[in-house]
């Protein structure tokens, strides 16, 4: 009898590859590049531990450790854009119960993942609205917002199990995004332990995002993104990481490779928050680097408010004109289409860059 392959469970994402890298070639009049244009650089990426928070610190019930944990963590925030928490109360063996229902589903085959609306037709990979291999994405995700986790219409196929490690995994990431996003609005003079509103406005736990990701290895891995640069178009994101390693945020004008490190998750500052800071805190370019030998997966917990909510600022004067996240999202959508990449921020300035620059020459 003959044998029967097994259906593939990778997108395709080698196609995509192809197809893209014979555009950059016709670009070039026919002639391939000795490197492939998603190259960003040829020098070596220096490996660095982020700062490292100890959550134990806010809840030690002292006053003076308490600040100095968040004066830390707001240091990180304007300095790095990126810190590491510790002693944050999301379980080890949650994570790793997470992971393995995250690899039962990344493995079923890919017509199933594309085609039969697991949770609720999230799943997304590669990029397509990419023109140049610069844009392309070699991973895969679901991307479930946590309103739909628990509704009883959210299909799960036959992984049973995966609807409560996921909740579960998104309610204690949520308390982790709740405790950081607090001590830094406190840390800006925002008493989001007392008397004031909740910080941040709009953030009901239905509103925020949980992203499975999976990053297959790849064989064009020198010349390939696992995800391309960009910024994070929320408050704030929480990560859990394998060990296989990958994350590059850029530091000083240069890329830095994140080193993983066992029981921290990673915590950056994402663009409403950037906004809302007066650009004190920093919304950091990142990338995640394609392996050639191991797939490397994680899971991303998005803070953001409802589409409606005002953004807001921790102060005046402050340098962007009111705005809502679906208006911020809305045109972020409509950069990407129009141009490819995500201009974000300079969007909503009150004095855009080329208003300032006219500004200058007229002065």
Not at 49 to 68: F, N, V, Y
Not at 89 to 117: C, H, I, N
Not at 139 to 144: D, K, M
Not at 174 to 186: G, K, P, Y
Request: aromatic share 8%; net charge neutral; hydrophobic share 40%.
């Amino acid at each position: 009898m003959p044998a029967f392959a097994e259906p593939a469970i990778d997108p395709p994402l080698a196609d995509s590859y192809r197809a893209l890298l014979r555009t950059d070639q016709l670009r070039r009049g026919g002639i391939a590049p000795a490197l492939s244009p998603a190259v960003p650089e040829s020098v070596a990426v220096l490996e660095r531990d982020l700062p490292m928070i100890d959550l134990k610190r806010l809840t030690s019930g002292d006053a003076g450790e308490r600040k100095a944990c968040a004066d830390a963590m707001a240091r990180a925030a304007s300095e790095w854009g990126f810190f590491q928490v510790i002693n944050h109360s999301v379980g080890r063996e949650l994570l790793e119960e997470m992971r393995r229902e995250q690899a039962r589903l990344f493995r079923l085959p890919f017509d199933t993942k594309e085609k039969a609306g697991l949770l609720n037709g999230s799943y997304r990979w590669g990029n397509p609205t990419a023109t140049s291999l610069r844009h392309l994405s070699w991973s895969e995700a679901f991307h479930v917002p946590l309103a739909n986790i628990s509704r009883e219409d959210c299909d799960y196929g036959k992984l049973s199990s995966l609807r409560a490690v996921m909740q579960e995994v998104a309610d204690a990431m949520s308390r982790v995004a709740d405790t950081v996003a607090a001590a830094l609005a406190e840390d800006l003079g925002h008493d989001a332990w007392g008397g004031e509103p909740a910080f941040p406005a709009g953030c009901d736990g239905t509103t925020c995002f949980l992203r499975l990701n999976r990053y297959p290895a790849c064989p064009f891995a020198p010349d390939t993104f696992g995800l391309v640069p960009h910024t994070d178009s929320d408050f704030l994101t929480i990560l859990c990481q394998d060990q296989v390693g990958g994350l590059q945020l850029m530091k000083d004008s240069r890329w830095v490779a994140v080193k993983p490190r066992p029981d921290a998750l990673i915590v950056n500052i994402g663009d409403l928050f950037q906004a809302w800071s007066n650009n004190r805190y920093k919304s950091v370019e990142h990338k995640v680097v394609a392996n050639a030998k191991a797939e490397r997966l994680s899971v991303a917990y998005f803070l953001c408010p409802s589409y409606d909510s005002p953004v807001g600022t921790c102060g005046e004067p402050s340098p962007y004109r009111p705005f809502t996240f679906g208006e911020y999202r809305r045109k972020v959508q409509d950069d990407v289409k129009r141009t490819g990449k995500k201009i974000g921020l300079p969007n909503f300035l009150k004095q855009s860059p080329v208003d300032a620059m006219n500004h200058s020459l007229c002065t």
